[in-house]
């Protein structure tokens, strides 16, 4: 990271929380980010489930070895 994006850095975490996740919506729209504040709290109310089921002990969590060997026996070798 450059010295200039590490002193945005610096200054954005001295910022309150709200702040700071308001600085990082327009960070993420200025990269394309969700299509309309409404998708956006969508993925956030979906991804707030998952952490909850998943701190629930609902759901099994595979490996990145698993993943890899599912994927790849559904479609072939991953990597050449």
């Known amino acids: 990271m450059t010295q200039a994006a590490e002193k945005v850095l610096e200054a954005?975490?001295?910022?309150?929380?709200?702040?700071?996740?308001?600085?990082?919506?327009?960070?993420?729209?200025?990269?394309?980010?969700?299509?309309?504040?409404e998708v956006a709290a969508a993925w956030n109310r979906e991804i707030a489930e998952r952490i909850r089921s998943?701190?629930?002990?609902?759901?099994?969590?595979?490996?990145?070895e698993q993943v890899n060997n599912r994927l790849q026996a559904k479609y072939g070798p991953l990597f050449d």
Do not use: C, Y
Not at 26 to 33: C, I
Not at 54 to 64: H, P, R, S, W
């Open 12 to 37: 954005a975490m001295a910022l309150s929380k709200e702040e700071r996740e308001e600085v990082a919506a327009r960070l993420e729209e200025s990269l394309g980010g969700f299509a309309t504040p």
């Open 54 to 64: 998943i701190d629930a002990g609902e759901v099994e969590l595979l490996t990145e």
